[in-house]
């Protein structure tokens, strides 16, 4: 008997009325993908994806992720019909930097239903152990590098782009099911004006001083060379992120993955990157313009015939995008404490306040980067949103 089938028999004795079904074709994936469009077809803040784009995350021969990682994912029925859904996985990146047998549980949705919710994670358990992991981490699909995080806080606007967004009832049936915190990230907003009012400019000014004299100057990022500003965006992430929990470095593939879906979304002024006097990257900023203004009004489902131009149109023409994420802030070890960052805040804001942009969220940020939560704050950002990623020994 396979492993998979194991879990699914083990499940399913396990309660009575909610059979576990491992996803082995095309059309279960389809399952997965769509059943958030009944679950949250009644909630004004959720962002409906391109079914398009979600499928293409999870088919192994289009997302590089499948190189170095392993998924299966698990539906799970009530009298025939679908009432949640899982999967696991196991980044065997993450466990080579990390040292650890961790699995991760990944796009977990679920009915107000504590049974549903502790066969689904039952089964990614159960799935992950199998495969030898001593530990589970999620919501993550499938790393950090991707989509992840609980949204514990905040529920009542909807999520910027590629950030996430559930029901607050999840982390009580994640929780009630074992779990408990193993991190916590925040998310910031703050209105670009005030921000500017608010950031001090004599801390501002020293900053640009103390840059200039270790002949540090930041520009914008150059679009007609973009595959080697995606390089010096990584090379600097892989520096400046390398202590930061959870992180393991992007590779090639994830790159040119990643910039590729990112190329149609990137405007190169709110690409920032900080060099030397010979040219050295040593810090990067990259902001990008909230196309979940526009998807939410497109109404997201299949991209053709309609729904790509119907995003289009919100985003290119009919601009109905105000707001833009901070996505990504970052200085290497040698060079941090010259205010970098506080130069790469104050100049984004000024940017994107001249393209018509008025309000910036900053995400996400783990709890214990005391240094970045201090700067957001005192630059008037407000936290808003409370993201969460739980662990279980298995």
Request: aromatic share 10%.
């Amino acid at each position: 008997m396979s492993s998979v089938a194991g879990i699914q028999q083990a499940a399913t004795r396990a309660s009575q009325s909610v059979q576990i079904e491992p996803v082995t074709d095309p059309k279960g994936v389809m399952e997965v993908i769509e059943f958030p469009f009944k679950l949250y077809k009644n909630d004004h803040n959720w962002v409906p994806p391109f079914i398009e784009e979600r499928r293409d995350f999870l088919d192994p021969k289009k997302n590089p992720f499948y190189e170095h990682g392993k998924v299966q994912l698990f539906l799970a029925r009530r009298h025939g019909e679908v009432v949640g859904t899982i999967g696991a996985a196991i980044n065997y990146s993450h466990n080579t930097v990390h040292n650890e047998k961790a699995g991760a549980f990944g796009y977990f949705e679920t009915i107000d239903d504590q049974e549903v919710a502790s066969v689904l994670l039952r089964a990614a358990e159960e799935w992950v152990r199998a495969e030898g992991m001593t530990i589970i981490r999620g919501p993550m699909t499938f790393s950090l590098n991707d989509e992840c995080t609980l949204l514990v806080s905040g529920d009542d606007d909807p999520p910027v782009a590629m950030m996430t967004y559930n029901p607050l009832y999840y982390a009580g049936l994640i929780e009630a099911a074992g779990y408990q915190k193993a991190m916590d990230f925040y998310a910031y907003l703050g209105d670009l004006d005030e921000r500017l009012h608010n950031a001090p400019p004599k801390v501002f000014h020293a900053a640009e001083k103390a840059a200039a004299r270790r002949g540090i100057t930041v520009r914008k990022g150059r679009m007609s060379e973009f595959n080697k500003e995606a390089e010096i965006i990584r090379s600097v992430m892989n520096q400046a992120w390398s202590k930061n929990w959870g992180f393991v470095p992007l590779t090639d593939h994830e790159v040119e993955h990643l910039g590729k879906n990112l190329k149609q979304l990137v405007d190169p002024d709110l690409v920032l990157i900080a060099e030397t006097s010979d040219g050295k990257p040593v810090g990067i900023s990259l902001t990008l313009p909230d196309v979940n203004q526009a998807l939410k009004r497109a109404g997201g489902g299949h991209m053709f015939p309609f729904g790509l131009l119907k995003y289009l149109w919100y985003a290119k023409i009919n601009r109905k995008i105000n707001r833009v994420r901070l996505v990504l802030m970052g200085v290497v070890e040698d060079y941090r404490m010259l205010g970098i960052d506080a130069i790469f805040y104050v100049q984004t804001a000024r940017i994107a306040l001249s393209k018509g942009y008025y309000h910036l969220e900053g995400s996400w940020i783990l709890e214990t980067n005391t240094m970045m939560n201090r700067i957001i704050e005192r630059l008037g950002g407000r936290r808003y949103k409370t993201y969460r990623i739980y662990e279980k020994n298995v």
